[in-house]
């Protein structure tokens, strides 16, 4: 290996790790992603123990919850966002992803509802 090969190596490997440093987060985004997922998790949880509210309180109150904790999740632990190309990338790629899945299941499942309804009758 020539000492040009060397320099080459070495500032792609430092060019990679300036870029993967720059798209992870830091141990505050870390941290404020934990602590909004742990109150986003307590607040519904003691709604429903407690037994003070109506029954469609708490459940608009868990829905919108799990919705904002989508949100965290992806924003402070998967760092999906449209700031950046590659975070716009990364942020379509999850989008088309999850709604193959969820379209999959969904299917699935409505399958298998109306091949149970057919086999009834």
Do not use: C, R
């Amino acid at each position: 290996m020539s000492l040009s090969d060397i320099q080459v190596l070495e500032q792609a490997n430092v060019s990679h790790e300036q870029s993967h440093d720059a798209s992870h987060g830091d141990i505050k985004s870390y941290l404020i992603g934990f602590v909004l997922s742990v109150l986003l998790t307590v607040v519904p949880f003691a709604m429903v123990m407690q037994g003070g509210y109506s029954h469609a309180v708490v459940l608009w109150s868990v829905v919108t919850m799990a919705v904002v904790q989508i949100w965290v999740h992806l924003k402070y632990f998967l760092h999906l966002n449209f700031v950046t190309e590659e975070g716009k990338a990364s942020s379509i790629a999850f989008i088309f992803s999850a709604s193959i899945i969820v379209m999959v299941v969904g299917l699935s499942v409505w399958i298998i509802y109306e091949s149970n309804a057919m086999m009834m009758y």
